[in-house]
């Protein structure tokens, strides 16, 4: 092999990025993060884009399983103006099924439940969190939560399908505040 190829091939080895990137654990997304993002609706007259305030907790529970709760200020409603502000929380348990993916502890039916069937699953330096609403009609709403580390903390991309047209979007920034 000619000096030259030999030195290609070792610079390609050894470039950042050059190699796949491995998944992280969920340790690496522990903590407290908070931040804000924009919200994209394709349905609402009034409230097309709007601001958000975001926290997010991580916390693994020890037994490979990890808890999160998120909650989001939200201004979609009254008058466009001056929203009124409204704070929705979501809390969900998830448990491990195999390396790298959890279920939520709640699953059932996702034909019969009322809460939407939930999964997790980390792909290189991002936590993606699936929800399925099945509804009694037959029609169907997707939530994906796609939390993605980088060196300057976190970026949220959200999307909302219904019966799989895309309804909100939102994307934003947090950085960890604790632990």
């Not at 804000?36 to 097309?48: G, K, M, P, R």
């Not at 399983?65 to 998830?94: A, C, E, H, Y």
């Not at 502890?105 to 939930?118: I, V």
């Not at 009694?136 to 993605?148: N, P, W």
């Amino acid at each position: 092999m000619s000096p030259t190829l030999l030195r290609l091939c070792a610079l390609l080895l050894f470039w950042p990025g050059a190699a796949f990137a491995a998944n992280l654990g969920i340790a690496a997304f522990e903590g407290v993060w908070q931040g804000n993002a924009v919200s994209e609706s394709a349905i609402s007259a009034n409230f097309q884009l709007t601001s958000l305030d975001i926290d997010v907790t991580v916390r693994a529970d020890g037994t490979g399983g990890f808890n999160i709760v998120w909650n989001t200020v939200q201004r979609q409603k009254g008058d466009p103006n001056n929203p009124r502000p409204k704070l929705k929380s979501t809390k969900m348990q998830f448990v491990p099924t195999r390396p790298g993916v959890w279920r939520s502890s709640s699953n059932s039916d996702p034909l019969a439940a009322s809460t939407p069937y939930a999964w997790a699953y980390i792909k290189e330096r991002t936590l993606q969190i699936v929800t399925l609403q099945i509804y009694a009609d037959g029609g169907h709403e997707t939530q994906i939560y796609k939390r993605t580390l980088s060196g300057t903390g976190m970026a949220l991309d959200f999307v909302r399908n219904v019966n799989g047209e895309q309804v909100r979007q939102a994307s934003g920034r947090l950085i960890k505040v604790a632990k």
